[in-house]
């Protein structure tokens, strides 16, 4: 038996945020792996995003690079389309074996409204859930069951890391530099 995490978002860039949430989720839970896959359209975010779904994914690819417990996954940016999570860990369900177990990895931003996500029970059917502390967000959700991690240290968001490319503003620090330096090869 496997212990799998599954950690979707946009990634609009990868940031150390990403990866430190992945390595706590990892080490807290016993994951022996975590699957990073990208978002092509997410249905929850408003905003456009930054950088086309290739850039993310080649920026998660370089991101991830010599970590061997750490994968990318092309799903939900090859099927096109909103993605919704219920789909997409019903795909990876299907790929492993039965007896694995697969961790479905939020912030904790994002497990408070976990509740209005499409087909939610059927997601808790075939996932556990995993919350990763945000700073400034409340812990959790009432209405779900889920495994609590800590990540100390860092608060960051890809958001305000767009911003900061946006208004010519330095990201040094804030993503991997492998990251970086993709960004600024391609002028992105």
């Not at 492998?178 to 002028?187: F, M, Q, W």
């Amino acid at each position: 038996m496997k212990k799998i995490g599954l950690f979707g978002g946009t990634f609009d860039p990868v940031h150390l945020g990403h990866l430190l949430m992945a390595r706590a989720a990892m080490e807290q839970m016993g994951l022996d792996k975590v699957i990073f896959i990208p978002s092509c359209v997410p249905p929850h975010k408003k905003a456009a995003t930054l950088f086309t779904a290739p850039d993310r994914l080649k920026m998660i690819l370089t991101a991830i690079k010599g970590i061997h417990e750490f994968e990318v996954s092309d799903f939900e940016i090859s099927k096109g389309g909103k993605s919704y999570s219920v789909d997409t860990v019903r795909h990876f369900r299907e790929l492993s074996d039965s007896a694995d177990k697969l961790y479905f990895i939020v912030g904790g931003d994002a497990i408070t409204q976990l509740d209005t996500w499409k087909d939610v029970d059927i997601l808790k059917s075939m996932c556990s859930f995993v919350s990763v502390n945000r700073p400034g967000y409340p812990r959790g959700n009432e209405k779900l069951k889920y495994h609590a991690v800590t990540m100390n240290g860092i608060e960051m968001s890809s958001t305000e890391i767009r911003k900061r490319i946006l208004s010519g503003k330095s990201i040094q620090f804030l993503v991997p530099d492998a990251v970086l330096s993709y960004i600024k090869r391609h002028h992105l």
